[in-house]
């Protein structure tokens, strides 16, 4: 499948942040969605499925440019070899996180359960889930939580008890394609 844009293929970085950057000639459909869900803009993320159930490859091209070899988004199994440098960043602004310390004891088991049933209950949307022992952060895009994070904060509160929550506003995620 050809997709005809106006830009010859998959940019390394925005160009509107890096001037000139490369065009990245391969990659797969798992990583071209991870790079469009976190701000990269040739190729909307859910606009692969049709081709990526089918297993088609799918090649970017530059109408203004039609000579140009554009970049090819293939099937995850079907990708050349990867390389040990950063091929690809993207970026995304409006992520707000809240942190849960718990002594959690004997209720190892259920303590991040708890924790995300809360935020599926409220219809919000985890972007990112970092943990430890007794620690865990959920990432939310915030906009999202916004007019909820009250209620959320008070329900984890009542039902899991935390001994300290933290909540940091104004973050953003980057996306290393490698």
């Not at 203004?64 to 040990?84: F, L, Q, T, V, Y």
């Amino acid at each position: 499948y050809e997709n005809w844009t106006d830009v010859s293929g998959f940019l390394a970085a925005d160009p509107r942040i890096i001037p000139h950057p490369e065009t990245i000639e391969e990659v797969t459909y798992s990583e071209l969605r991870e790079l469009s869900y976190m701000g990269a803009s040739v190729f909307h993320e859910e606009a692969i499925y049709p081709a990526r159930s089918a297993g088609i490859p799918i090649n970017i091209r530059n109408t203004n440019r039609p000579g140009d070899a554009g970049s090819w988004i293939c099937p995850d199994d079907g990708a050349s070899p990867s390389h040990a440098y950063i091929t690809g960043i993207a970026g995304k602004k409006g992520f707000l996180s809240l942190s849960f310390e718990k002594d959690v004891g004997g209720d190892k088991l259920s303590f991040g359960r708890k924790v995300l049933q809360v935020f599926e209950e409220a219809k919000v949307m985890v972007d990112h889930v970092p943990s430890s022992i007794g620690t865990m952060t959920v990432v939310v895009d915030a906009g999202e939580i916004s007019g909820k994070e009250e209620s959320i904060v008070r329900r984890i509160r009542r039902e899991i008890d935390p001994d300290h929550i933290t909540i940091e506003r104004n973050l953003a995620f980057i996306c290393l394609l490698y």
